[in-house]
């Protein structure tokens, strides 16, 4: 591993709950790790997990998805919907032996600005942990 | 020029052939798959499967080929075309059938107007040793389409399994150019009998079965033909026939850009793939089953020999032994020559 | 099975003469051994044409696409069954939903185990009891049916096809005949970096013909992601990493759909190792969701509902 090398992290967030969650934590100044790139989705229901692997093909040490709490999804029941998926793809991946750590997952309301500092800040962890992804990535 | 090779000397023969060239040969099969590929050691070189899954047109004619890459710097771009082929190559093993099927691809990438550099790089350094079949298959029908067991076109050096020895024929001048191989011995009048003796026995088995001869005129008035309505039924339209096929030479080319560098490649392609012909507009000229299966027969017994007098079929029985649903087309092609030479009425399955 | 062959041919005599179906979708004998071939039968005395054995090895479900405006009668297995109750639930039959002629399942035999296990080509292979005769050029062998049985079929606990509208043969008492999913046991025994590079040498020999995809009457999507080109999610070629993502994608697009009837790998011709991916994804929603595929008639498919309690332990 090279000695100055740093995750790329890609992290999907819900226009509703997580983003608005990472706009607090900016406007409160809470400070993160700066290895995320943030993509607004509509809601975490809205995951294909092509997204996910497509992104870890492209070059991506890790994906963090992340969505309203339980009960609070803008439409309802997405996140629940997200959920299930979550699970079986974190768990058919880990079975395949993609490390496990290198996809998850969080609930981040729009009022936890300090709660999604934490979460990029531990998600950034693990992976730094991990290291670069070498199964799976394209070689370019 | 008629010679031998003792089977004691094989390994050291391969050997001795690699020092010069870079030898091409089926595999042990890994799983029961065997494939054509770049031998690192002689003792890779396995020659138990008659017909390999993969046909000797991928070492001419791969399943993906990069045709040049890219490369953008700032606003600098580098582009690198395709790499010549430094060392001279040998293809050793590959069967009658497969070697006829590169010369029916040559017909396509070297024509008159367009020329293929990629496959003519390939072709033109390469020199090919073919190997008899003493054993054919019960799905071989090489003799029925144009081809036998033993047949010796398109090869410049040809083996002939004795048991103890290899029987050799060196064909061409390019095949001449091994004939100082110190493992070469001269040929005992006994092997020439037992040569005979082996292609007979090989030719009674293939047999003559298929009448393919003149199937392009049957096949011209069957365009509209209800046989079509029942052909394609079972066939779930995946590309095992075509991408195993020897002579399929349908391509893709795709441009696959990553960043600040990209390739354009080519890859096969399979008339049986609905996008195969689907157009911009969503209008799909082949939109069924239906229409894809008699593409790719008339392609094979229609259109083809009409334009390059010869079906482009070698009887290597690929896609019976590989097809998922048993898709025959040796029952396909008798089915369409019975209906209208004999007005017999067969019954297609 | 003589019985059930008989049996099978006069219920689609029947059925045809009665006009109740259209079509009838079955096995026949074909030109190899160890084969069979799908068969189309619309009239009565095609019915002659059906067989029944343990070569029986295509899941029929798959070809209902096809014919969507006809009535049809299809030959299943307890596992196609259970591949029509899951596209029933997806809303696949609008017109006519298929009639099921049920077969209870003898298990069948992986004609690439008979071929290792003899030199030389076979010529013929027939059934008589609990033996298999197979004969060559030089060779004849009676072997032992049992020991060379489809992995999915041994580990197979649906052989009766419950759902079925006609039966024939008796139910039998559904046991395992090897520890659950061996293959997947045997696949997690591995460390993560042996489990991807064994994934990834499997999926190495991948030709991309998706006769894997075309074999499974769940892969009916009007365009497969692979050949999606807005957007484009994968590329044509054969880099590992497009391969892996094809598999993965494959094998995951059948999460809750899977009936583990492994036409997939019975398809595939370069042998590539397949059904340990999606019966782990079986395993799953049964340990997650307690969903079997096929199993009950009314059940959701797992991905496309959801219960709040659902277990999160992996959410932060």
Redesign the interface.
């Known amino acids: 591993m090279e000695k100055d090398w740093q995750p790329k992290i890609l992290a999907f967030l819900c226009n509703w709950c997580s983003y608005a969650g990472a706009d607090l934590a900016g406007t409160s100044r809470v400070q993160y790790s700066p290895n995320i790139r943030v993509i607004r989705v509509p809601c975490s229901g809205r995951i294909n ?2 997204f996910i ?2 992104a870890l ?3 991506v040490d890790g994906v963090l998805v992340s969505g309203c709490h ?2 609070d999804c803008h439409y309802l ?1 997405g996140n ?2 997200g ?17 496990q750590g290198r996809v ?4 981040v309301s729009a009022a936890e600005g300090g709660k999604f500092s934490q ?1 990029v800040d ?1 998600v950034t962890r693990d992976i730094k942990r991990l290291g670069p992804l070498k ?6 | 020029m008629k010679l031998k090779l003792d089977k004691k000397n094989f390994e050291d023969f391969l050997k001795s052939l690699m020092e010069e060239y870079d030898l091409y040969a089926p595999v042990q099969p890994v799983e029961g798959v065997s494939v054509f590929k770049k031998i690192e050691q002689p003792s890779e070189v396995n020659l138990t499967q008659l017909v390999p899954q993969k046909p000797a047109k991928d070492i001419f004619f791969p399943q993906s080929e990069v045709m040049f890459c890219y490369e953008m710097a700032g606003k600098q771009s580098r582009m690198n075309s395709m790499e010549e082929i430094k060392r001279e190559r040998i293809l050793f093993g590959a069967r009658p059938c497969d070697i006829e099927a590169i010369s029916i691809i040559e017909k396509i990438f070297v024509g008159e107007e367009y020329t293929d550099v990629y496959f003519l790089e390939k072709r033109r350094k390469t020199t090919i040793i073919g190997l008899g079949c003493n054993h054919p298959l019960s799905t071989c029908f090489c003799s029925s389409a144009g081809g036998d067991p033993f047949l010796r076109a398109g090869s410049d050096l040809f083996f002939i399994d004795l048991g103890e020895t290899y029987f050799v024929e060196l064909l061409t001048e390019k095949g001449a150019a091994l004939r100082k191989n110190r493992f070469f011995k001269e040929v005992d009048p006994n092997d020439l009998t037992l040569v005979k003796e082996l292609e007979g026995k090989a030719f009674e088995k293939v047999g003559y079965s298929i009448p393919v001869e003149g199937i392009e005129k049957r096949l011209d008035l069957m365009t509209e033909s209800s046989f079509w309505d029942r052909v394609h039924e079972k066939c779930i339209g995946c590309a095992v026939c075509t991408y195993l096929c020897p002579t399929c030479h349908c391509f893709d080319m795709v441009d696959e850009a990553l960043n600040n560098k990209g390739q354009r490649v080519r890859n096969w392609d399979s008339c049986l793939f609905p996008i195969y012909s689907l157009e911009t507009s969503g209008h799909n000229p082949r939109p069924t089953g239906r229409e894809r299966t008699r593409q790719r027969l008339m392609h094979k017994f229609n259109y083809f020999p009409k334009n390059f007098g010869r079906v482009a079929c070698v009887g290597c029985g690929r896609c019976i032994l590989y097809c998922p649903v048993q898709f025959d087309i040796r029952e396909a092609l008798l089915y369409a020559s019975a209906k209208r030479a004999k007005g017999l009425k067969r019954k297609f399955r | 099975m003589a019985m059930i062959q008989k049996k099978l041919r006069e219920k689609t005599k029947e059925l045809l003469a009665k006009k109740e179906v259209d079509l009838v979708i079955g096995f026949s004998d074909w030109t190899l051994p160890l084969r069979t071939t799908p068969i189309f039968i619309r009239t009565p005395e095609g019915a002659e044409h059906l067989v029944w054995n343990s070569f029986c090895e295509n899941n029929l479900a798959a070809y209902l696409h096809k014919f969507s405006r006809l009535k049809v009668g299809v030959v299943v297995k307890g596992c196609d069954a259970r591949s029509v109750v899951a596209l029933n639930l997806e809303k696949r039959f609008p017109n006519h939903p298929p009639l099921l002629i049920g077969v209870v399942c003898q298990r069948l035999v992986d004609r690439k185990k008979v071929k290792k296990a003899v030199k030389g080509e076979i010529l013929q292979a027939v059934e008589q009891g609990d033996l298999l005769l197979v004969k060559g050029e030089n060779f004849e062998v009676s072997l032992k049916r049992d020991d060379f049985l489809y992995p999915s079929c041994q580990s197979c606990t649906h052989r009766t096809p419950h759902q079925a509208h006609i039966l024939i043969g008796d139910p039998v008492e559904e046991v395992s005949l090897v520890e659950t999913h061996p293959e997947v046991g045997e696949f997690e025994r591995k460390s993560p970096e042996e489990r991807w590079d064994f994934f990834e040498k499997e999926t190495s020999r991948c030709l991309r013909c998706y006769a894997c995809r075309e074999a499974c009457p769940m892969c009916y999507c009007g365009e497969c992601f692979v050949d999606s080109s807005r957007p484009k999610w994968i590329e044509k070629s054969l880099s590992p990493s497009d391969l892996a993502f094809y598999h993965i994608v494959r094998a995951y697009h059948q999460t809750g759909r899977c009936s583990g009837c492994g036409a997939c790998e019975r398809a595939c011709p370069m042998d590539i190792r397949l059904t340990y991916l999606t019966q782990k994804l079986n395993q799953e929603v049964k340990d997650l969701y307690g969903f079997e595929t096929g199993i009950q008639p009314e059940a959701a498919p797992p991905l496309s509902t959801f219960d709040p309690e659902d277990q999160q332990g992996f959410i932060k």
Do not use: C, D, M, N
């Not at chain 1, 998850?104 to 609930?107: A, D, G, K, P, T």
């Open positions: 997990p092509l692997l497509k093909q492209s070059g339980p009960g029941s629940y919907a959920r299930r998926k979550s699970a079986t793809l974190k768990r058919f991946l880990e079975f395949l032996g993609i490390e998850q997952f969080s609930w979460v531990e199964k799976f990535k394209k070689s370019s």
